[in-house]
């Protein structure tokens, strides 16, 4: 069996807002491990973006856990979830959220700043991740400067250069026209066919769900069982 990735056990999430309470996640369980391409589908509102930020370690959960590569993710500091979030985890969130006073190269570099990698190492590693996204011709450009397709693939770029255990995105296509969504997604399909990189993506895109191999939905807080078989 493959290495397990993440891993979630009754993942319970309540938001609190004046006397008003909701809660958006009734006890999640997920495995995902090496290799593995999983889509999570749900209508708006559903929790998926809120399921994402518990399974990156970027919020935490009301009650259950979350473990990363059998670490237990979500019980640990800020500061401690944020080193193995940059050591593990390749994050593509829906809004791609690039630095918009950094170029394209300077914004697939970050991650690697962060740990202390040399720079002439980490610009080196940065072109050659935008060179394999298509973006040669674009490292100076800074996001404004950019396709709303172009800024996804750094986005993916920048998710990609530490060589994550796994990738979780947010809709990563969810502004793109169909023909860059299906580039977008194919670039993130082949890093998790040669590098065997756990991929988890929430959409609520039926057509981008069944690129993944296992398909399952989120409704009223809870995941139901695979939907179907992908498209593979
Ligand atoms: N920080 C927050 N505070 C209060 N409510 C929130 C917060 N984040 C999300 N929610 C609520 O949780 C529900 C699920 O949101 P979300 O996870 O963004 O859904 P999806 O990504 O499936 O569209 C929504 O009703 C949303 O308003
Ligand atoms: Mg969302």
């Known amino acids: 069996m493959s290495k397990v990735v993440l891993q979630a056990r009754n993942l319970r999430k309540v938001f609190q807002e004046g006397n008003l309470t909701m809660e958006v996640l009734k006890g999640v369980d997920l495995t995902l491990a090496a290799g593995e391409a999983m889509a999570i589908i749900g209508s708006s509102g559903s929790g998926k973006s809120t399921l994402l930020h518990l399974l990156g370690g970027l919020d935490r959960p009301t009650s259950g856990e979350v473990l990363l590569l059998g670490r237990p993710f979500s019980h640990l500091s800020e500061r401690a979830r944020s080193r193995l979030r940059n050591r593990h ?4 969130y829906q809004f791609h959220h690039l630095l918009a006073e950094l170029d394209a190269l300077e914004n697939v570099m970050m991650p690697l700043m962060i740990r ?9 590693r940065a072109r050659a ?3 394999a ?3 040669g011709h674009r490292l100076h450009h800074k996001p ?3 396709s709303g397709g172009e800024r996804q693939r750094v986005a993916i770029a920048r998710a990609m250069v530490t060589e994550p255990d796994c990738i979780l995105a947010d809709e990563p ?8 969504a299906e580039q977008v997604l194919a670039l993130m399909l082949a890093l998790n066919t040669e590098h065997k990189t756990a991929l988890l993506v929430v959409t609520h895109d039926a057509a ?7 398909i399952y ?9 695979p939907v179907a078989a992908g498209a593979e």
């Open 217 to 225: 939905r989120l409704q009223d807080g809870q995941m139901r069982q």
């Open 208 to 214: 981008v769900a069944g690129k993944m191999q296992q």
């Open 144 to 146: 404004a400067e950019l």
């Open 89 to 92: 985890v390749g994050f593509v």
């Open 133 to 135: 996204v298509g973006l």
């Open 173 to 180: 296509t969810g502004n793109l026209d169909s023909r860059t």
């Open 129 to 131: 991740l935008l060179e």
């Open 116 to 124: 202390r990698t040399p720079v002439r190492q980490a610009k080196q």
